[in-house]
């Protein structure tokens, strides 16, 4: 994806069994020295830590591998966000895993409009209609 490969800011995801497997990108990225960003489970929100290699991570809450470094805070505007899903649909909305992890996290950036939010999913994961509410983010394009 050109917004992904033009970016320096990249958050991904570390996945989980059943997701598409972002690690292939995510050393991808980090070889060409772009700033990879993974989220990592505190309480019932996720905060950004970066990318630092794999001799960096550790088994992490609901067993997602998670980097070791440093909490990151940073301005949301033009970050480039991998999002995971259980369902989209193909004008962008998004069925996550019902505990709200990414609505809070998207909620709390100041800039998520300017922001440039993938769907990654497997095909047999794109529904015809996904139900959802005002305050749901939506993606800005899915890839299956």
């Not at 909490?71 to 949301?76: A, I």
């Not at 999913?121 to 890839?143: A, G, K, L, N, S």
Request: charge should be negative; glycine fraction near 6%; charged fraction near 20%.
């Amino acid at each position: 994806d050109t917004d992904v490969l033009s970016s320096q800011h990249i958050m991904l995801y570390y996945p989980l069994a059943d997701e598409v497997n972002t690690i292939p990108l995510i050393e991808h990225l980090y070889a060409m020295h772009k700033t990879v960003y993974l989220p990592v489970t505190v309480g019932d929100d996720i905060i950004l830590r970066t990318y630092e290699g794999q001799e960096k991570m550790r088994c992490g809450a609901f067993r997602i591998m998670e980097p070791t470094t440093a909490d990151v805070v940073l301005s949301c505007d033009r970050l480039v966000v991998i999002v995971p899903g259980a369902a989209f649909d193909k004008v962008g909305h998004r069925l996550g895993r019902g505990r709200g992890y990414y609505d809070r996290w998207f909620a709390s950036c100041k800039s998520v409009v300017s922001m440039i939010k993938i769907g990654v999913c497997f095909p047999f994961q794109m529904m015809p209609e996904i139900p959802y509410e005002t305050h749901d983010v939506m993606m800005d394009r899915v890839v299956y």
